[in-house]
């Protein structure tokens, strides 16, 4: 991980020698003052950020597959992603024409990030409402990508009623970029993720018990609604904070889960989180790089990068999962 930042931060549309790099970030000082200022106001946030945003989407992932017992549930598919950017999408496009949520400074991204995860929770309450009474974990994957698709349907209707320039930001946003975030929200964004994996770290052993089905966690006197409800709530935190300030980023969820599982060989969360942070955070450095490699005068949407990793690692998981079907 600590590899992958250096390069991260020392690649980029301005090459920038690499002594440079080192001594901006180890003294903050330079012979070229553009160059101080790439590397401290850009590209340094920009790493922060990816960092946080995989560990966080990957985290939130792990949780959804261990309560749904589905290898294809994350918080993308389930819509928990689609819900967070409704949220987003009704202070950006209804409110954003009365006052501006960047002179609010760090009020306005107060603002974004409860709107965000108001929306994922209220998915996630949809969700869990549905898996009180259906029990089979196909039905309810299937249901939350039903929900998320309503909720695709609402943010069309938004966007059809929406000026052009609240809807060329809304659109801007929905491609997902990890640049966006100034050295001024880093805290905020910090502070949300790293609340939702505290809880998620302390959560371990209730994930362990979730392995084997709810009846069994019964069995081990454990609340399952107090269970579901801490385990949604740090979801929500996790995606709905990533998607206020990063936009809608798919497929690291439930792709790096199963990285991590296949690296370590084993199903025990006390081993799985740490790992899956860890894994999380490489994997969206790696596609950041490749967003802006070399010769690139523009940046791809990090959206796209993220898909195209992810989806080979979806389809081997579900020929994989087939192969064992048919051989047992």
């Known amino acids: 991980m600590v590899i992958f930042s250096f390069l991260d931060i020392f690649l980029g549309s301005v090459m920038i020698p690499f002594k440079d790099v080192v001594r901006i970030i180890f003294t903050g000082s330079s012979e070229r003052h553009e ?13 922060l950020t990816a960092i946080l945003s995989g560990a966080a989407l990957s985290v939130s992932g792990l949780q959804m597959q261990t309560i749904f017992r589905n290898p294809l549930a994350g918080p993308y598919v389930l819509g928990i992603s689609s819900g967070a950017g409704l949220g987003v999408a009704i202070i950006i496009l209804c409110f954003s024409s009365l006052f501006s949520f960047r002179l609010l400074g760090i009020a306005g991204d107060w603002v974004i990030v409860l709107a965000a995860w108001a929306g994922a929770g209220s998915i996630l309450m949809l969700i869990l409402a549905v898996s009180v009474r259906v029990r089979d974990i196909m039905t309810i994957l299937i249901l939350g990508i039903l929900f998320g698709a309503a909720t695709t349907s609402v943010l069309s209707i938004l966007q059809y009623f929406s000026n052009e320039s609240m809807l060329k930001t809304f659109i ?38 979730m392995l084997l089905g709810e009846n069994y966690a019964k069995t081990m006197g454990m609340n399952i609604k107090l269970t579901r409800l801490l385990v949604f709530t740090s979801t929500s935190m996790l995606a709905g904070t990533v998607t206020a300030f990063c936009g809608p980023i798919g497929f690291i969820g439930i792709a790096v889960p199963h990285i991590t599982r296949f690296a370590f060989k084993t199903a025990n969360h006390n081993f799985l989180i740490p790992g899956t942070i860890l894994t999380g955070a490489i994997i969206m450095l790696v596609s950041d790089i490749i967003s802006q490699l070399p010769g690139l005068e523009n940046n791809l949407p990090v959206n796209s990068v993220t898909a195209l990793l992810g989806i080979p690692i979806i389809i081997w998981i579900i020929i994989r999962n087939y192969n064992v079907s048919s051989l047992s």
């Open 172 to 209: 801007v946003w929905t491609m997902g970029s990890l640049g966006s975030v100034t050295g001024k929200q880093i805290p905020v964004l910090s502070f949300c993720i790293l609340a939702g994996l505290i809880i998620t770290i302390f959560s371990s052993k209730i994930l362990n018990a």
């Open 35 to 47: 160059w101080v200022s790439i590397v401290h106001d850009f590209r340094i946030p920009k790493a």
